[in-house]
C-alpha cells in the first residue's frame, strides 16, 4: 500500500497539473469506485461537474482535491488509493487502460485525470471540508479525516505529544507506529527502516520505552520518508506511480525492509523476516536485539 512519500509524490504532481482548472465532465465506470460515497457514482459525477479545483491536500496517505462548486461550498474529493490505486494524467485521447474506473474532463480541453485500479481496493468520495484542530489550514480536513493524527512532515505535527502519545500505549511499538490515530503516514516500508535506524527492535513496547528513545524513532522515520521522497518513493512494482507514470527507486536504498537474508549495512548480521499482523517486519537480530520475554510474576 502506498504511504506517505508515495501520496506526496502523487500530490505534487496532481498539484501542477490540475490546480486551478474547472472539471467539466466526470465519467465513473460502476458503482464500485464511488461505494465509499452514499449517493452512488452519478450523484458524485454530477457534483463534481462545474468544480474549480482549488488545491490538492494530505494528511499521512489520505489524499483529497479542494473543490469549489459554482453554487456551493468548497468540498473535498477523497481519494483512497488502496493497494493499487493510480492517479493519471494523461491525454484525452490516450489508450484507455484496462483497469480504469474514473476519467475528469476539463474545460480547458487539456490533459484528462485518470483514476485507474487493478485491485479496486481504492474509490472516490465526496466529503464536507472542517476546520483542522491541530492548527489552521487554508481549506479545512475533510471530515472523515479528522481523526487522523499529523504526520511527521506536516507544520502541525507536535513531537513531544507525540512522544507522550506512544509512551501512553502499553503495545508494541511498531503497531503503534502503524496507528494512523498516533502519528499517520508511517506504513509497514518505513517504520521497519526507522526502527532499524533507531537500533529498537518493533516489538517492544511504547510504554516501555524513554521519551528520547521514541523521539528517535519518529525522527527517523521523518528522516526516511523524506528521503524517499526525494527520490519518488518507493516503487516495488509498476503499480506505484507518479501522475506521469513514473516510478519511485527509494527501494534501492533500503537496508531492513525487503532485504531477509541479507547483511545488515551497519553490522554485517543477516536481515530476519517475521510475521507481524497479517504483514512482515524485516530487523537486524543484533543491532535491534528482541525484548525480554516477561514471565508471571
Known amino acids: ?3 506517505l512519500p508515495e501520496v506526496e509524490v502523487v500530490r505534487r504532481g496532481l498539484q501542477d497539473h490540475v490546480v486551478g482548472r474547472t472539471v467539466e465532465r466526470a465519467v465513473l465506470t460502476g458503482a464500485r469506485v464511488a461505494r465509499r460515497h452514499g449517493a452512488g457514482p452519478a450523484d458524485l459525477a454530477a457534483r463534481v461537474a462545474g468544480s474549480r479545483v482549488r488545491a490538492v491536500d494530505r494528511r499521512g496517505k489520505y489524499l483529497w482535491l479542494v473543490l469549489d462548486p459554482p453554487h456551493d461550498d ?3 474529493l477523497v481519494v483512497h488509493l488502496g493497494m493499487s ?7 484525452p ?4 487502460e484496462k483497469h480504469l474506473h474514473a476519467a475528469f474532463d476539463f474545460a480547458d480541453d487539456g490533459p484528462q485525470l485518470r483514476f485507474v485500479d487493478q485491485r479496486t481496493f481504492g474509490g472516490l468520495a465526496l466529503a464536507g471540508l472542517a476546520p483542522d484542530r491541530h492548527g489552521p489550514r487554508a481549506y479545512g480536513i475533510p471530515e472523515p479525516v479528522l481523526h487522523i493524527a499529523p504526520d511527521p512532515l506536516e507544520p502541525a505535527f507536535d513531537r513531544a505529544a507525540t512522544v507522550r502519545r ?3 500505549k502499553d503495545t508494541e511499538l511498531k503497531r503503534v507506529l502503524l496507528d494512523q490515530t498516533v502519528v499517520s503516514g508511517v506504513g509497514n516500508i518505513y517504520a521497519d527502516e526507522a526502527l532499524w535506524r533507531a537500533g529498537v527492535h518493533g516489538r517492544r513496547r511504547g510504554a516501555a520505552l524513554t521519551g528520547p528513545t521514541i523521539g528517535r524513532v519518529l525522527d527517523h522515520a521523518a528522516d526516511v520518508m523524506r528521503e524517499a521522497l526525494g527520490q519518488g518513493g518507493t516503487s516495488f512494482d509498476a503499480l506505484y506511480v507518479n501522475v506521469n507514470g513514473a516510478s519511485g527507486y527509494f527501494d534501492r536504498s533500503l537496508a531492513a525492509y525487503g ?3 541479507r547483511p545488515c549495512p551497519r553490522c554485517g548480521t543477516a536481515i530476519v523476516r517475521e510475521e507481524f499482523m497479517n504483514r512482515s517486519s524485516h530487523f537486524c537480530p543484533r543491532c535491534q536485539p528482541r525484548p525480554r520475554v516477561r514471565r508471571p510474576g
Not at 485521447?93 to 484507455?96: E, L, T
Open 85 to 91: 490505486g493510480q492517479l493519471l494524467v494523461e491525454p
Open 93 to 96: 485521447d490516450a489508450p484507455r
Open 1 to 3: 500500500m502506498p504511504e
Open 74 to 76: 468548497p468540498q473535498a
Open 259 to 261: 532485504q531477509a537474508g
Open 166 to 168: 506512544v509512551r501512553a
